[in-house]
């Protein structure tokens, strides 16, 4: 996480430097914040990982009923939809080139749980499992823009390079009690 912090913090001073470098361009310059919705697909992710996921949770739910214990579960949802965030710097090279920096930030958080009580030979128990996964993403993109001659709409045509920073956190808590006392309480990270 403290590499993607470095990487956070790096980015937010080169968009105020950019910002100030951008000013004193003016007219040759632009730059635009950008906000918007992108629809990731991982067929690997949503139709192994998570169908994985949700039967292991979903069958030691089923054991547990079968012990005589009350179950429920959260199943994972599939990686859908996210909010992005970003900002471009557009350098005019030509009055029909154009060069663009530009960086987002992408982020999204799946979850599952598994809530288990009942009682067997008179001691009561209680068990909470909880697991959660993050996706943070931050592509760097340089690309070059060929503005074509309209004028009642700015039309272009790119091509260009991007470089992804990514991170990953998968996170389990449980907390399993024996006549409301803890018996086995703990977490696990798995950071990449």
Known sequence: MKNF?????WMMLLFLGL???AQEQQAKNSLSLRLGYGIPYSSTFNKEYVPAVNAQVKETAEYLQNLGFSSSYLPMHKLS??????VELEVKATQQFWLVLGSEFWSKGLNTALDVAGNIDEVSYTIQ??????FYVIPILATVRINLPFEMARIYLGGGLGYYLSYLTIKQQWNWLENSEAIDTGSRDLRA
Do not use: E
């Not at 912090?5 to 913090?9: A, E, G, K, S, T």
């Not at 939809?81 to 970003?86: P, S, T």
């Not at 499992?129 to 993050?134: F, P, Q, Y």
């Open 5 to 9: 912090r470095v990487y956070l913090i």
């Open 19 to 21: 910002m100030g470098w």
């Open 81 to 86: 939809g996210l909010i992005l965030m970003g």
């Open 129 to 134: 499992d909880v697991g959660k996964m993050n």
